[in-house]
Each structure stands twice: as C-alpha cells, then as structure tokens.
Nanobody, 122 residues
C-alpha cells in the first residue's frame, strides 16, 4: 500500500519561503500534487504534476510556488516563495493510483498524506 509522508511545514512571516516535501513508499506512476485546506474552507488544489511533464497551478500561486518531483528518491516537492497570510493552511500531498489526468480536483486523487501545517503571519 502506497504511503505518503509530508514534511517541511512551519511558521513564517509574509514574504518568506518554505519547501514542502512528500516522500512516497512506492513509485507513483500517475498524477500527483499538493492541496491545502484552511479552517472552514474546502480542500483545494495548489499544484499538480503528471508523469509526462504536465504541470498545473492554482492561479493565486502562479509565479510564487513551484512543484517538482525527484523520481530517484520518490519525493514530491513544493517550493513556496513570497508567502502571504492567505496561504495559511494544512498542506497535503496526494496521488492517483493510476492514469495521468490533467486535474486539480481533490476528488480525483486516491492516496493522501497526513498533512503539514503552514502558517504565514503578516
């Protein structure tokens, strides 16, 4: 069974940076990505990447966040720069069990990590 473990969250001031990591117990052969959920809000897609190089970002993070993948170490990353208070949320990595699709809909993803908290203060 595939297991995803996130790390790298923390508290930073606005304008700061964080690098989130998601280590997988097995190779992921379909779309995977980062999602977030703020208190009282629905979970939303932040960035997703598939195995043929397709990448998608939420509009509000374009130019600030970068998703990348290290296939050798089975690790997914999210580099977050110029952080804003509205980026505060629990961040999750997730993966599909099979088939690449160009999606950022959380309901399209089958495997989830436990989450890592990101807090940005003004």
């Amino acid at each position: 069974q595939v297991r995803l473990v996130e790390s790298g969250g923390g508290s930073v001031q606005a304008g700061g940076s964080l690098l989130l990591s998601c280590a997988s117990s097995h190779y992921i052969t379909a779309t995977e990505g980062w999602f977030r959920q703020a208190p009282g809000k629905e979970r939303e897609g932040v960035a997703t990447i598939d195995t043929v190089g397709g990448i998608r970002y939420k509009d509000s993070v374009k130019g600030r966040f970068t998703i990348s993948k290290d296939n050798v170490n089975r690790t997914l990353y999210l580099q977050m720069n110029s952080l804003k208070p509205e980026d505060t949320a629990m961040y999750y990595c997730a993966a599909r069990r099979w088939k690449n699709i160009a999606t950022m809909d959380p309901s399209d993803f089958d495997i989830w990590g436990q989450g890592t908290q990101v807090t940005v203060s003004s």
